[in-house]
């Protein structure tokens, strides 16, 4: 079997090319092991075809010598069990975090146990209606009353204000999180294209599809998006299904601008389309926004009804009750109402009236004179308004906890996923010294190799049939 005499050479050769691709390699993977996103490379060492090569004419057998090594595929070290897994907890992650804050800030305005919040006020206006039982008559006790129906009053607006104040932060920052779905997208089919064009021509773009999967991790986490591979080396992006499947990227690559929808509880295209297709936001920070949104809404309809009803009751107390001027319910004029709904924007005040006037609180039975307190006690005992508060207090810590607990589990499982991920994927640099140190050592053999065919060589051309001479 005749062998040529740069056989030698172009296999030192290949072992110095293959080696040098593989330092490479390592050193990539070295600079980038703080990215984030960033894959860990690893090079396809292969051995390269021997000589002879493998044919019918030419069976494998001993007589064959091997070409070297070939330096393959530079590929990245991805689980897509690991992936899916991931991004599954993300959008999960994602919406109970946001759930999460949102119920937390609301839990601590409340300030409950504490002697700034309603609750002590409550306490201190039914306080200040048995004083008033204790000596009908004293115009500071009325006073102290009128005072503290302020205190109470101006609470429950300020709680009120507050919320209101939260819907429509959240309705921003719902608005911006819709932003940064938008540019998520819109950058990943950018980088469908780019993936798609490299791969056409047998390039694999590591970096490119790293920047991919970081956005989708990042869309993930917004929104319960579905990926699709496209086979083409374009992805696709949609949320929920069948009739209710909106595209975020689709099959061909078009990136859709997507919004809210007039209900503010799914995910429609920008502009709506004609029949409007509607996702429902069952998971990601986005959902979870919106729930926030419904459950403040919520505690802002049940304070209404706390306002509310404090206004029944103590409008209930004063038509029972005669004031110091012997008004009553059926008196011309009659006695006045305690609160009213206040000032346009609020959901409950002290009337006019009743803050000019400390007289005309109703603390006596009409049929027992002025010197009576019977009905302020029977006053201070109309404590719906404090236990339908009490209610709403005990349904925000409830759902707080219940957010929380959510939120531990799903970030400690989120974590857990993680770390296994990284595992595969993140770069350790003990390990790219060790392979940077094997990856030298096989560079210097096949420099050695290399050298000792070339003299070898120039043995032969320089030396043969020089004998004697």
């Known amino acids: 079997m005749a062998i040529s005499t740069f056989m030698g050479l172009e296999t030192a050769l290949r072992g110095i090319l293959a080696q040098q691709e593989a330092l490479d390699t390592s050193g990539h993977n070295i600079a980038n092991a703080n990215t984030p996103g960033y894959t860990r490379e690893t090079v396809a060492l292969t051995p390269f075809y021997p000589y002879p090569a493998y044919s019918i004419d030419n069976p494998q057998g001993g007589s064959q010598i091997g070409g070297g090594v070939d330096a393959g595929t530079i590929s990245r070290a991805r689980d897509a069990y690991l992936d899916n897994q991931y991004r599954t907890q993300n ?39 048995q004083n008033v039982a204790n000596d009908p008559q004293s115009v500071p006790a009325r006073q102290a009353l009128i005072q503290s129906g302020k205190a109470l009053a101006d609470g429950i607006n300020s709680l009120d204000s507050q919320l209101s104040t939260y819907v429509s932060q959240n309705q921003t920052l719902e608005s911006q999180t819709i932003t940064d ?31 991919r ?6 869309v993930q986490n917004l929104v319960n998006a579905t990926p699709t591979d496209n086979g083409d080396g374009t992805i696709s992006l949609y949320v929920g299904s069948g009739a209710n499947k909106v595209d975020l990227v689709d099959t061909s690559n078009v990136q859709h601008a997507v919004q809210l929808d007039g209900t503010g509880q ?29 459950n403040v809404q919520s505690y802002l309809t049940s304070l209404q009804g706390v306002a509310t009803q404090l206004i029944s009751d103590m409008h209930t107390a004063q038509q029972a009750g005669m004031d110091l001027y012997g008004h009553t319910a059926t008196t011309t004029p009659a006695v006045t109402d305690f609160f009213d709904t206040g000032s346009p924007g609020q959901l409950i ?24 307190g019977s009905n ?73 190799a290399l050298t000792a065919m070339d003299d070898m060589v120039n043995l032969l051309i320089n030396r043969t049939g020089r004998t004697g001479l």
């Not at 990943?188 to 694999?204: E, F, Y």
């Open 213 to 218: 999967d970081a956005l989708v991790d990042k």
């Open 349 to 372: 005040g002290v009337t006019a009236a009743m803050q000019a006037d400390p007289n005309l609180v109703a603390a006596a039975d009409p049929t027992k004179g002025l010197a009576d």
């Open 266 to 294: 799914n995910l429609e295209w920008n502009p709506p389309g004609t029949p409007a297709v509607l996702a429902p936001l069952t998971t990601g920070k986005l959902g979870g926004l919106v729930q926030y949104g419904n």
């Open 376 to 448: 302020a006690i029977a006053a201070a005992s109309m404590t719906s308004a404090s236990n339908l508060y009490q209610t709403l207090v005990t349904t925000i810590g409830s759902d707080a906890q219940a957010a929380q607990r959510a939120n531990d589990a799903s970030t400690s499982l989120l974590q857990s996923i993680s770390n296994r991920r990284q595992s595969v994927m993140g770069v350790s640099l003990d390990e790219e010294m060790t392979n940077l140190l094997q990856f030298q050592r096989g560079y210097q053999a096949s420099a050695r």
């Open 181 to 211: 779905l938008n540019s998520y997208t819109t950058q990943i089919a950018s980088l469908n294209t780019q993936i798609k064009n490299a791969m056409a021509v047998g390039i694999t773009p590591n970096d490119l599809l790293d920047q």
């Open 91 to 129: 959008y999960k992650s994602g919406y109970d975090q946001a759930l999460t804050d949102g119920l937390q800030q609301v839990d601590q305005t409340l300030a409950e146990p504490s002697d700034n919040g309603l609750s002590s006020l409550f306490s201190q206006f039914y306080s200040a209606w």
